[in-house]
């Protein structure tokens, strides 16, 4: 699904200190399958992900995507692919503070139809209770509001979720069901999911590690604690 190549970012080009926050990544992803991504808080995970997910231009190399190289595309064609192909889990949630969880989930379905059922559905699948998905953000606990944002990032059953950190405030049981929510949407979807947490990577395909801006070791399987 993707084909990286000598991938670089650096931050702060135009001053003097220089950050190479992602350094060299060169690494092929498959179509489906979830992907654990570990490592040290700073040693560019996140930043990396940026780039997967076209939110950020890479200083060098190249990502190509479903063999569509990102630099050959318009803004239009990555933004069309943001929109229908990729998901997104941010570690903030960044839930509508005057709208229910249900219509958080819902707003920014592509299809208007039967997006009520699905949203309620998906909520339901990751343990938020009927009876609270007409509350509002604040009426819920941290958790809660992180799996109304992984329910949102779902709606419209995305190729490729990019997670940053989606179990962060969840208990581990809990955080043990997304886990094997998105295992099993990975199944015909592909699933990358940042994390500090090595426990809940045991039923991974492949485990990505970074340390310093470089990918240390990629290795098929979970993690056997
Ligand atoms: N916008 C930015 N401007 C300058 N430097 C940045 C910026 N964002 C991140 N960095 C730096 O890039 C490096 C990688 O950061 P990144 O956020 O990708 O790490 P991370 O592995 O996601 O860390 P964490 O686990 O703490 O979220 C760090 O040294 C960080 O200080
Ligand atoms: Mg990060």
Redesign the pocket.
Known sequence: MFEIKNLSLI??MDKTEK?C?VNNVSLSLPDTGLIGLI?P????????MYCLSTLKVPTSGSISYQRKDFATLSNKEMELIRRQEFGFVFQRHFLIGYMTALDNVIVAANKEDGSKEKGSEILNQLGIKASDIRKKPKQLSGGQRQRCAIARALMNSPKVLFADEPTASLDHETAYMVMDYLKSYAKEHLVLV?T?DRTILKDVDMVIE?WDGNVSNVRKGGIFL
């Open positions: 931050y702060d950050v926050a490592g808080s700073g040693s560019g995970k996140s930043s990396f940042i500090h970074m």
